[in-house]
């Protein structure tokens, strides 16, 4: 049994509404993971941890496709490297990002989400502490071949790569998946058509769809995939 998890981040507004359109064309679900804040990548992160001005992100919006049937997880207060600031600084952040979440995505719930380090950086020090907090990790992995999860994965490792067009890298990734017996496959992306880091083109999205479709392959967001072992175990 294969899984694959396409993890779209940032938040691309045009490319979520295109790749939302394209999963439901299939009846999938989306994987987006979005930061709590409308900044993006800022040069001061700390500054925003204390600011009550900070406008939150496009809730409006994420709002929207979680009633659709997809799955929208926190990536961050602000798109900043959580290893670069001390630790205490983190957890605010951290902290400050899970209670934005809460009080603007209708039906979050920090115990049940899954959090998507940005820039998939990481430490022993915060993952432990950030497990006190969220169901499950997304951090950098070799390959971003897990194994098939069970009721009590916690750790789910991604894989990426760019700034330019990552299709290539996607396949590779996908003909080592298939090389095994089982596995599960969280594949790093962001926007389509140009758009995010390491984008992939839409018309590619599509016809990948119906490629692992055809193979029997499930394709579900991560906490998906991890409720799906729950239920499994049951």
């Not at 394209?22 to 990548?41: D, H, P, Q």
């Not at 920090?110 to 998507?116: G, I, K, L, T």
């Not at 016809?207 to 029997?216: A, G, M, P």
């Amino acid at each position: 049994m294969y899984i694959v998890s396409l993890s779209f981040d940032d938040g691309f507004e045009e490319s979520n509404r295109k790749i939302a359109e394209i999963y439901e064309k299939y009846g999938l679900s989306a994987c987006f993971n979005v930061m709590a804040l409308a900044e993006g990548l800022v040069s001061e992160p700390t500054a925003h941890i204390y600011d009550p001005e900070a406008m939150p992100g496009n809730f409006d919006l994420w709002n929207v496709l979680q009633a659709r049937g997809h799955e929208i997880m926190p990536h961050g207060l602000v798109h900043h490297d959580l290893t670069e600031i001390p630790f205490t600084e983190a957890q605010r952040s951290v902290l400050r990002c899970l209670d934005i979440f809460e009080w603007n995505l209708r039906d979050f719930h920090r115990h049940e989400a899954v959090y998507n380090f940005a820039f998939n950086n990481h430490t022993p020090t915060l993952e432990a502490w950030l497990l006190t907090q969220v169901r499950a990790i997304r951090l950098q992995g070799k390959d971003g071949i897990n194994p098939l999860p069970t009721r009590d994965t916690q750790t789910i490792e991604t894989v990426g790569h760019g700034p330019e067009n990552c299709e290539a890298h996607l396949e590779a990734s996908l003909e080592k998946l298939f090389s095994q017996p089982s596995g599960w496959l969280v594949y790093n992306t962001h926007g389509v058509d140009g758009e995010g880091w390491g984008p992939i083109r839409s018309s590619y999205l599509e016809e990948l769809i119906v490629r692992l479709l055809d193979k029997n392959v499930l394709i579900m967001p991560v906490g998906q995939a991890l409720d799906w072992a729950r239920n499994k175990a049951i």
